[in-house]
């Protein structure tokens, strides 16, 4: 068994001695180079765009916009997300700042950008509002396409009768991914055929929205995605860098590419949008949960219907006679959001994990035994099942290994030197489950298998996973087996997005090996089996499906500067079986701190004035730094997921839920504040 035993990364020589080929220095005769141009105003019209200047500049071969650029199928736009945004150069309209407006191909990327400095643009603009707020005038109910809102009980009546009751409003700001790769692709066309190496993370879904987008049939759009540097979300969708290289290779008959700089990245790819969300949790005395109501806003775009699912955890984590969730969307003249790291979930668990906290604060109760008293048997809101639920064991092993027994209640008490000291604890819940995806598997004449998959590894370890896993289910060592992934050609697969790809990979190549078993005895080689799990997976269980964590820190506050350190963090999950415990604790480690960074750092800001984003680079959005991160462990529950033939579930995402709640509520213990609105930076902790 190769499956549970912890194994380097397989492409990590590839990786660190630069020999992986990421999408912005694949060599290609004959490249130009495209330099995207964005709208400088937040709300408007093109009134010109002269681009004389810029194309009498030297190596300057086109410039690509509205008036010029080649018809995309809006229908794209029915694609669910942000996608919405993406026939790009269509017309005059400026929904955003940031939205591309022009592509300058020339020579080289250094005359493209001169090219992109020489344009004349000249906008009118209309007022925009970014103003953005739970009762906001443009709000109205969020799409209930993951499924409708739960209302039990009769919640002003258990209100009513608790003996304490919380009711707070906590802010997330708008928060950018920040994956290490900025967003890039090279593009060609052959015979009708478009060819690009892309950053994304599911170059198979991409290619369906290019074919859409260009109104060719699939199979003659080829996304190759093999090395792609960090996603977080945001390279779920079709990029305008990968929409812009296809017309601009269309437009100039070359190969042509487009490397967004970390600016572009932060102003056109995609964000996570801010929340405001109202928390209100009834108890009786002895720490019963009696009514639980979770009223989330997030903002979008008029653009493209989005959901930031920030009331699951409502619905998951404790047991209440009454439980009410809301979602509410906003839209706004923003860059149409999309997921990122634990969409939801992540802001979600922050509001409410703190708002738990303080019924245990206000009730007297440690907060770690609060959350064991209120744990259900049963799905809370549906009334369906678990098939594994091993949160309780979290906490009490978490405990265990923090140290939580020896924890002093009081809040502001403990000092070590200048320093105020806290603990804190958080949990949480992510769903889980399968895509339909497909795999091929060829057992070759030499005795070794060559292994198929339309999946990609965004830096996760999926790589390295499928291959144990293909060796398991085909009773070899993995150097018998040649994993393909990252190309659409290699078949219909889900993204590394959801927490699902490697759950869903998993599944059709376990299910793709079995067939090649039954073919095998006999057969002349090579022989080769596909299988794709449309068919086979069960898209209504009737049982929830989840995974789960117990987040602990402890942090120091400096009461004289406000700054907040995390000292310690420790996360136990139960994410049914772990294919690598290497590379999974690496994955959650690395969820953890953007959590961490969330917590104390993130924070996209607006010029109020032009409504431009002011923190579009890594110097103004702080992400956290290696000196920022302390003591982190990541470690498993014995867990076995039963809806799935492995026993395995998704653990992409739960890592980063529950962090930023964990951290906050330490800050609590350490200064005896609260803090409802994120990043707990210098000036909220001095002045709060
Ligand atoms: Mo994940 S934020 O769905 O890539």
Not at 100 to 107: G, I
Not at 393 to 410: K, N, S
Request: aromatic residues 6%; hydrophobic residues 40%.
């Amino acid at each position: 068994m190769i499956v549970g035993t912890p194994r380097p990364r397989l492409e990590g020589r590839l990786k660190v001695t630069g020999a992986a080929p990421y999408a912005a220095d694949v060599p290609v005769p004959g490249l130009a180079h495209g330099w995207m141009v964005t709208a400088t105003v937040s709300r408007g019209r093109i009134r010109e765009l002269d681009a004389a200047a810029a194309l009498a500049l030297p190596g300057v071969l086109a410039v690509l916009d509205h008036t010029n650029s080649r018809r995309l199928n809006p229908d794209a736009a029915n694609y669910f997300g942000p996608d919405g945004s993406l026939p790009l150069l269509q017309d005059d309209v400026v929904p955003h700042a940031g939205r591309p407006v022009a592509l300058v191909v020339a020579e080289t990327p250094e005359q493209a950008r001169a090219g992109a400095a020489a344009l004349r643009i000249g906008y009118e603009t209309e007022p925009h509002d970014l103003g953005f707020a739970l009762d906001h005038p443009a709000a109205r109910p969020a799409s209930t396409l993951f499924g409708p809102e739960a209302d039990t009980g009769d919640l002003a009546a258990e209100l009513a009768a608790s003996a304490v009751v919380v009711d707070e409003v906590y802010r997330t700001p708008e928060e950018t991914h920040s994956a290490i790769e900025p967003h890039a692709a090279t593009a060609w066309w052959a015979d009708g055929h478009l060819h690009a190496v892309d950053t994304d993370q599911g170059p198979y879904g991409i290619s369906r929205v290019m074919a859409t987008l260009f109104e060719i049939d699939r199979d003659r759009v080829h996304i190759r995605a093999e090395h792609v540097g960090g996603g977080f979300g945001g390279k779920t969708i079709c990029g305008a860098q990968l929409i812009l290289a296809a017309m601009a290779a269309e437009h100039v008959g070359r190969p042509v590419r487009v490397a967004l700089t970390r600016r572009q990245v932060f102003l056109a790819t995609g964000s996570r949008p801010p929340t405001e969300q109202r928390v209100r949790i009834g108890a009786d005395a002895s720490g019963r949960l009696r009514a639980i109501h979770h009223h989330a806003a997030f903002a979008l775009s008029p653009l493209a219907e989005y959901i930031e699912w920030c009331t699951e955890q409502a619905r998951t984590l404790y047991a209440a006679p009454a439980i009410r969730t809301q979602l509410t969307a906003v839209p706004l003249d923003m860059l149409p959001p999309c997921t990122m790291r634990g969409p939801g979930a992540t802001p979600g668990s922050f509001a409410f994990e703190s708002a738990v906290d303080e019924v245990a604060e206000r009730l007297g109760i440690d907060p770690l035994d609060l959350r064991l008293r209120n744990q259900p048997s049963v799905s809370p809101v549906s009334g369906r099942p678990f098939s594994t639920r091993r949160l309780v064991t979290c906490l009490t092993e978490g405990a265990r290994r923090f140290g939580w027994g020896q924890r002093d209640p009081r809040p502001g008490v403990r000092r070590e030197g200048d320093l105020l000291v806290g603990t804190g604890v958080a949990c949480a819940a992510f769903i889980a489950g399968t895509f339909p995806s497909s795999a091929s598997i060829t057992a070759e004449a030499d005795g070794t298998f060559t292994v198929r998959s339309g999946a990609t590894d965004i830096g996760t370890g999926a790589r390295t996973a499928l291959t144990a896993v293909a060796a398991d289910a085909l009773g070899v060592t993995t150097e018998a087996i040649r994993l393909r992934i990252g190309d659409s050609d290699l078949g219909m697969a889900a993204d590394a997005g959801g927490s699902r790809g490697t759950t869903s990979h998993v599944f059709a190549i376990t299910e793709t090996a079995k067939a090649l078993r039954e073919k095998l005895p006999g057969a002349d080689l090579p022989v080769t089996a596909t299988v794709d799990t449309t068919p086979l997976i069960n898209w209504q269980p009737d049982q929830e499906r989840n995974t789960y964590s117990a987040i602990f820190a402890e942090v120091t506050a400096d009461p004289a500067t406000g700054e907040v350190r995390v000292r310690r963090l420790l996360g136990m999950f139960a994410v049914g079986r772990v294919i690598n415990p290497l590379l999974a604790r690496g994955q959650l480690t690395g969820a953890m701190i953007g959590g961490l960074s969330m917590a104390l750092h993130e924070e996209g800001v607006h010029d109020p004035v032009s409504g431009r984003l002011v923190t579009a680079d890594l110097a103004g959005y702080h992400i956290a730094a290696h000196a920022d991160v302390p003591a982190i462990e990541a470690d498993f529950v014995a867990d076995y997921e039963p809806q799935d033939t492995s026993g395995v579930n998704g653990l992409g995402e739960i890592g980063s839920c529950g962090t930023a709640a964990a951290i906050a509520n330490a800050v609590w213990h350490a200064t005896g504040t609260r803090q409802r609105t994120l990043p707990i930076s210098l000036s909220r902790v001095l002045s709060p």
